[in-house]
């Protein structure tokens, strides 16, 4: 079986990539922004606050999760969501990078 495109690059690259195609809907930055105002909620509470069908709204968690910027636990029959501090920090390092080597290029770039 040959490679698949992913292969040609890092394991931080392509975590960096799934982290912020995660990011890469509407949608996704505000369940983001609701869940940092809230701190934590229920899925209901989401889709109170979203013009979006429940499975929507689901499915939208459910990228989220899987790319570990949320983290979800079971109570009762619900699921309660909160932002995962691990995912954003790996982000917030790679754009640290970017913001140290713009500050060390200005006005030196076309």
Known sequence: MGATKSDHFTDKQNELAILTKALGHPARIAII??????????????VNELPLSQPTVSQHLKELKNAGLIKGNIEGNAICYCIN????EKIKVFFKEIDLHLEKRKNECC
């Open 33 to 46: 922004e609701y869940l940092l105002k809230v701190n934590a909620c229920i899925c209901g509470d989401i």
């Open 85 to 88: 501090e691990t995912g954003f």
